[in-house]
């Protein structure tokens, strides 16, 4: 089959549109530069009625919501899932790991968790501190005034607190606790546990003329039509075309490699359109990958060469190892005095309105590292799954569980919003041999080799999570609740979820100073080809108990910055 | 007829007739419904959703009289009375008759359960459950209807986890639509401005604000005027 060329030569070919992808298009096209956006996914506005799922109810759904087609619910908005037919991952026997993928323009920051939290001076240095893994060759310093410009042109609400390794920052007010976070916040402080307004970004305010603020409906997992949450395609994709950028965005294009020339340099990609399922050439200048950590490492893996014949960036090879998820594990427990409830709109903004960072200090720990808190409960809107074991509760006061007739309106009444949830969101330590590399037995639908995963949780992670456990017990017993469903013991190595299900994972290109132990230098261009930079998590040295985005944003602005820097001084 | 109209009338009786006169009515009422139809469950699928949507409520899982024996036990569940509406109402055998397509592993489960109470029906007073006077049919509920919940559930036996099964989707299914959701007095899904918990609310349940927390929270007669700050991060506006 013949390759069909496209003719232009972009400036910049950015693979992915995610929150790496996002930063890069509109940092590189502003700047001037010709820019090809190559996404695996289809075009996506949430403003579009076609595509919206925001405010619909749940009954215009036939499952109700039900998460048999979409893994987080039938609203959620991400297109893809855990498994994604005719796009399959293998796992090593003995191993596991989960793969999150959403193929749409925005990737996944379509229905995260829009907690955006910046690493802390200590997350940079971990191995100063503990010994453990390796430090990044960059400090909070750096990425400090990127993460001060990405507060501004994205908006996160939180509250300015001096922590040592919570960084302050420039935040929009936050709002009110709901009542279950007043209890979680009376429950943590008779632990001298602290909790403080999460670090979210939606806009609680106004922060331009582009996007609409917040209207409180809670729905942030089915993406904002108003454009109040922050998605890659609304805050930073369409701004930029708006702004006049030259960008052509390629959807539902699947990259299959990086192609190079005799010199070794890139010289663009070569892609799948899902459409004809032919096989296309881009030609660029620089190669700019954000596929995904995962992905970007698979597209890596397999851009073979003469000059690469390890993969492209691959001379370390480094290129896949060092692959780590937070940990993660949950509770929920019924707490009597949220009985009764009067109804009334708490729906809020998507997600929890204060959380609880790491608090502790590990000298007195038997693990590494730390984690956060977060918590959900109130009064939600039913969906699937809503009055199940609708009185199951009634155990916890001698009275009869099940029934039927319309005693159970009143279970249902009387139990509405007395649920708390507990989640625990902590930081592995990076191990070289977790990773991800190609099986050449096994190609997709489109011919692409995919990739295996062997990942497998060490003794820190576990007893972590064991650590967790205990604290939501102690918070849950403060707040006069029930924990439910018994707590996990050694024998599930105490409720870790899989590697990958926090869908946090990075470190599959990681940064360093050194071109044997590292796939990129502080800048996140590889060390085997100056031409080609990596703008998603794979660069990432160790993960912090804090969750990516944020990470991400900064890193690749200041990576386009410095793009377009060394195209003016004529480096690349 | 439509299906779900034939089943509330087997059940309720004396509406059958109603639907016949209403079958003489010139109007192309069918051309109506057909396009609702359709259009019900537009909420944002890509085709492939859509089609996949489509070929499920295409197909048919229950026989005409499973569909009145859950009708019979929906309303059993949750029955129409003091002024309230019932799962028929709220349509909830055909909800469940789509999620039994949708999620084919509560298939053994709901069919063998529905035959388990035939045969039970059948043992103890000769005829088939939806033939049972009320007393009857509860009496046979009562047998089923209280799990021992600290026996795992899928240890527990088959009309015990049948009737646990089609209680939750019972519930599901009536709460999940707008007669559920009215009646439960779930206010939200809809825009507003979140200001923080009722007073009264906050006194019922015992609990207050920090006024150090409150100072920090969004003052939202502010909430349209454009964010800036100072160089040290504090918001001016």
Redesign the interface.
């Known amino acids: 089959m013949q390759i069909i060329e496209n003719s232009t030569v972009y400036d910049v070919i950015i693979v992915g549109s995610g929150a790496g992808g996002g930063m890069a298009t509109k940092i590189l096209s502003e700047a001037g530069l010709k820019v090809a956006v190559v996404e695996a996914g289809p075009y996506f506005d949430p403003a579009d009625p076609e595509q919206m799922t925001q405010l619909k109810w749940p009954h215009e759904s036939p499952r109700r919501g039900a998460s048999t087609v979409r893994p987080f619910g039938d609203f959620d908005s991400a297109y893809g899932g855990w498994e994604i037919e005719g796009e399959p991952y293998a796992k090593e026997e003995g191993t596991d790991f989960k793969w999150f993928r959403s193929r749409m323009l925005g990737g996944r920051t379509n229905h995260w968790g829009r907690i955006s939290l910046r690493f802390g001076p200590k997350d940079f240095k971990r191995k100063n501190i503990d010994g453990l893994g390796d430090n990044w060759p960059i400090g909070y310093d750096d990425v400090k005034p990127y993460y001060d410009k990405v507060d501004k042109l994205i908006g996160v609400f939180g509250t300015n607190e001096g922590l040592p390794n919570d960084p302050d920052g420039f935040f929009l007010p936050p709002p009110k606790p709901r009542l279950h976070e007043l209890f979680y916040i009376k429950g943590a402080r008779k632990s001298n546990i602290p909790v403080y307004p999460s670090r979210m970004s939606m806009l609680t305010k106004k922060i331009n003329n582009d996007r609409g603020v917040c209207f409180y409906c809670g729905q942030c997992s089915r993406a904002c039509q108003v454009y109040a949450d922050f998605s890659s395609g609304t805050c930073l994709i369409f701004p930029a075309q708006k702004n006049g950028g030259q960008i052509d965005l390629f959807v539902n294009c699947m990259v299959r490699e990086v192609t190079t020339n005799e010199e070794g340099k890139a010289t663009g990609v070569s892609y799948i359109n899902k459409e004809d399922r032919k096989e296309y050439k881009l030609k660029g200048k620089i190669v700019v990958l954000a596929a995904s950590a995962c992905s970007s490492a698979r597209i890596l893996l397999n851009s073979k060469s003469t000059q690469h014949p390890n993969g492209l960036g691959n001379s370390s090879d480094i290129v896949g190892k060092y692959l780590h998820d937070s940990t993660g594990t949950n509770r929920m427990a019924f707490v009597p005095d949220l009985m009764n409830r009067e109804t009334y709109n708490e729906d809020g903004v998507g997600g929890m309105h204060v959380y609880t960072p790491w608090w502790l200090e590990n000298e007195n720990l038997d693990f590494p590292r730390g984690y956060h808190i977060e918590m959900w409960g109130g009064l939600g809107m039913p969906s699937y799954g809503f009055g199940f074991n609708v009185n199951d509760f009634n155990s916890f006061f001698g009275l009869p569980v099940g029934g039927y007739g319309n005693g159970l309106r009143k279970d249902i009444k009387k139990y509405y919003g007395s649920v708390i949830g507990m989640a625990g969101r902590g930081e592995s330590v990076a191990q070289k041999d977790n990773y991800c590399e190609i099986d050449p037995t096994k190609v997709d639908e489109f011919g692409v080799p995919i990739l295996k995963f062997n990942y497998k949780w060490t003794d820190h992670e576990i007893k972590q999570v064991k650590h967790m456990h205990d604290t939501f017990e102690e918070i849950m017993h403060n707040m006069g609740g029930e924990p439910l469903g018994g707590k996990p013991g050694k024998d599930t190595n105490y409720g870790i979820l899989v590697p990958g299900e926090i869908i946090h994972e990075v470190g599959t290109t990681r940064m360093g100073d050194n071109k044997k132990t590292s796939v990129v230098n502080s800048y996140q261009q590889l060390h085997d080809v100056d031409n080609v930079f990596i703008v998603d998590a794979g660069p990432f040295v160790s993960q912090a108990d804090k969750n990516p985005t944020w990470t991400i944003l900064a890193l690749s602005w200041r990576t386009s910055d410095y793009i377009v820097e060394q195209l003016k001084q004529q480096n690349i | 007829m439509d299906r779900r109209k034939s089943l509330k009338s087997i059940l309720l009786g004396g509406v059958a007739s109603g639907l016949a006169v209403h079958g003489c009515n010139p109007k192309p009422e069918a051309t109506t419904e057909e396009t609702l139809a359709v259009n019900?469950?537009?909420?944002?699928r890509?085709p492939k959703?859509q089609e996949?949507?489509e070929e499920?409520?295409s197909e048919t899982f229950f026989k005409e009289h499973e569909m009145t024996t859950i009708a019979a036990l929906c309303n059993?569940?949750?029955?129409a009375?003091?002024g309230?509406k019932g799962a028929l109402d709220a349509e909830v055998p055909d909800?469940i008759e789509?999620?039994v397509k949708?999620?084919p592993e509560y298939q053994p489960t709901l069919r063998g359960g529905l035959m388990w109470l035939d045969h039970k029906c059948n043992t103890e007073f000769d005829v088939e459950f939806i033939a049972a006077s009320e007393d009857q049919q509860k009496s046979v509920?009562d047998t089923i209807?209280?799990?021992d919940?600290t026996i795992p559930e899928a240890e527990r036996p088959l009309e015990i986890q049948f009737?646990?099964l089609m209680?939750?989707l019972t519930?599901?299914?009536?709460?999940?639509?707008?007669i559920?959701?009215d009646?439960?007095?779930?206010?939200?899904?809809?825009?507003?401005?979140?200001?923080?918990?009722?007073e009264?609310?906050?006194q019922?349940?015992?609990?207050?604000?920090d006024e150090d927390?409150?100072a920090?929270?969004?003052?939202q007669s502010?909430?349209?005027?454009?964010?800036e700050?100072d160089e040290n991060?504090?918001?001016l506006?």
């Open positions: 019900k469950y537009a909420y944002g890509t959703e996949a949507i499920l409520l059993l569940i949750l029955p009375e003091d309230l909800f789509f999620m949708d999620i509920l209807a209280f799990p919940i009737f646990s209680r939750n519930l599901t299914g009536y709460y999940t639509t707008k559920g959701i009646e439960l007095g779930y206010k939200g899904n809809s825009p507003n401005v979140w200001d923080g918990v009722p009264h609310v906050l019922q349940h015992g609990v207050s604000y927390w409150l920090k929270c969004v003052d502010k909430r349209g005027t454009l964010a700050w991060g504090n918001l506006t």
